[in-house]
């Protein structure tokens, strides 16, 4: 398998993948595409949102393949293969920054259903936690690089992730308490 490619794909590459997994009907061409991007405002955002419809659609080929019951060592030699694929395994600095980018993908959605009364304290603590590990990824992928390396910057990092995981326990020990009450009840 190849590493991954220096330059974006297209927006025809991009809707030839997701033909070829049955998620694109339209006709693929770049009058089609100038037309949606159009309709959407900006050929970046459409490209976005095309790339993410893909990546939604590997992801979940992604969960099926990684339940197939394979051996962990398989299971772990598959993981590196997309990292590597990714450029991720390039340094350590962009391994770092890619896993952050992967928590905050992760941070968004949890963000969203903590909202809602009926989701309880624990979707927000794991927001708040995959916010703290977002900030220290950040500070570790910037001391991987020193010449770049921002003691105020760390500290900010830090601080930030610190309170986060404070939030993170707040929430956890709501839901204790409730748990307790509960079991008081019953």
Do not use: C
């Given at each position: ?14 809707a030839t993948a997701m ?89 968004g959605p949890l963000r ?75």
């Amino acid at each position: 398998m190849k590493k991954r490619k220096e330059t974006p794909s297209t927006v025809i590459q991009i809707a030839t993948a997701m033909q070829a997994l049955g998620l694109y009907n339209g006709q693929n061409t770049e009058a089609e595409h100038k037309a949606e991007a159009a309709r959407l405002g900006s050929e970046t955002y459409y490209s976005m949102l095309l790339i993410n419809a893909l990546l939604g659609a590997v992801e979940a080929e992604a969960l099926h393949a990684d339940s197939s019951g394979v051996e962990f060592d398989q299971l772990s030699a598959a993981h590196e293969q997309a990292l590597q694929t990714a450029g991720a395994k390039d340094t350590p600095e962009k391994l770092l920054s890619f896993l952050r980018w992967r928590t905050l993908r992760i941070a968004g959605p949890l963000r969203q259903i903590s909202q809602s009364k009926e989701a309880g304290p624990i979707p927000l603590a794991a927001a708040h936690a995959a916010e703290a590990l977002q900030n220290i990824l950040s500070v570790t992928a910037s001391g991987q690089n020193l010449s770049q390396f921002d003691p105020h910057q760390m500290t900010a990092d830090l601080k930030t992730a610190r309170q986060a995981l404070v939030n993170s326990l707040a929430n956890l020990d709501i839901m204790l308490d409730l748990i307790d009450q509960i079991e008081d009840v019953v």
